[in-house]
Nanobody, 131 residues
Framework: QVQLVESGGGLVQAGESLRLSCTCTVSSGTFDTYSVGWFRQAPGKEREFVANIWSDGDGYANSYYANSVKGRFTISRDNAKNTVYLQMNSLKPEDTAVYYC???????????????????WGQGTQVTVSS
């Protein structure tokens, strides 16, 4: 069983930064082997991929980003805290959405950019960027 809890959302002005956290509780297995992704859903829109992080056999962290956030957002993880972060800089009003983290409970997710590639989700955290 895997439980995910997001935090860190809030209201900011355009150009400012936020850091989201996704803390994972795992009943079996180890979190540091899990691929974890961030998605977001704006009002009236479908949930979309933002970023994914996974670790290779040498423990090196790799990441994927949506083009819309590349260069502004950074995904990272602290395995000692069972937490994945999403550092969001230079925020824009179009970044306003509920942000969700998810995992497939495996080291790599071939379908990392697709909602159906994830088996576990958190409840989401609201990010609002004012212009």
């Amino acid at each position: 069983q895997v439980q995910l809890v997001e935090s860190g959302g809030g209201l900011v002005q355009a150009g400012e930064s936020l850091r989201l956290s996704c803390t994972c509780t795992v009943s079996s297995g180890t979190f540091d082997t899990y691929s974890v992704g961030w998605f977001r859903q704006a009002p009236g829109k479908e949930r979309e991929f933002v970023a994914n992080i996974w670790s290779d056999g040498d423990g090196y962290a790799n990441s994927y980003y949506a083009n819309s956030v590349k260069g502004r957002f950074t995904i990272s993880r602290d395995n000692a805290k069972n937490t994945v972060y999403l550092q969001m800089n230079s925020l824009k009003p179009e970044d306003t959405a509920v942000y969700y983290c998810g995992t497939n409970g495996r080291p790599y997710n071939l379908y990392y950019s697709q909602i159906t590639g994830y088996d576990y989700w958190g409840q989401g955290t609201q990010v609002t960027v004012s212009s």
